[in-house]
């Protein structure tokens, strides 16, 4: 089966990430999946100053961009209020997440506008390990956020402990719902690298 390439991945590579400031912000490591591939040890950051935060990257130039990646980021309760305030003040947030935690909350109290676009990694296996039904939500998520007009696009690590037919049949359901994953490449173990070098 040959995926077409998605058109927000597609669309993503070619910006020209030189047009302003781009901050990369990865919250903590942890995350309420632990997939094998990509675990990392728990560690939360120091906390931290909410308004603070936002005081000093309303000092920096507009626009600007945060790129807010970890673990998983949506684990923090304040995360939505963060993205709004972020949003409020000029800046645009390219939001990496599982696309489990605080989800329809994000989707119905964040303006579009604030968000250049959600990257929502798949991982159908821990994703039903984790919430009975998992897939069925994460794809009536994914287009519950693409009709509220969020540019959304999902990714799915080609991990080699499933095999090629496994994979191809996950990505076949998420085609079938008109959703285009983006593989992204395994280099753990098995191909030298180390978990989380996917």
């Not at 945060?66 to 939505?80: L, S």
């Not at 090629?164 to 490449?185: M, Q, S, T």
């Amino acid at each position: 089966m040959n995926l077409p390439p998605s058109p927000y991945y597609t669309e993503r590579i070619h910006r020209d990430y030189r047009d302003c400031l781009t901050c990369v912000w990865l919250l903590t490591r942890r995350c309420n999946f632990a997939c094998v591939h990509c675990y990392q040890p728990d560690n939360d950051l120091t906390p931290f100053d909410l308004n603070k935060f936002i005081e000093k990257l309303d000092e920096l130039e507009k626009p600007f961009r945060v790129q807010i990646t970890g673990g998983e980021p949506m684990i923090f309760p304040w995360m939505i209020e963060c993205i709004q305030k972020i949003g409020k003040i000029g800046g645009k947030v390219e939001l990496q997440t599982n696309f489990s935690l605080q989800v329809r909350e994000l989707l119905d109290n964040t303006d579009p506008s604030y968000l250049e676009f959600i990257l929502a990694s798949y991982h159908p296996v821990e994703r039903e390990r984790v919430i009975p039904g998992g897939v069925k939500k994460f794809i009536d998520d994914f287009l519950y956020a693409r009709n509220k007009g969020f540019t959304i696009m999902t990714w799915y690590v080609d991990d080699p402990r499933i095999g090629v037919e496994e994979f191809l049949k996950n990505c076949k359901v998420l085609y079938d719902a008109g959703i285009v994953p983006v593989r992204k490449r395994y280099t753990g173990p098995e191909n030298g690298g180390e978990p989380g070098d996917a």
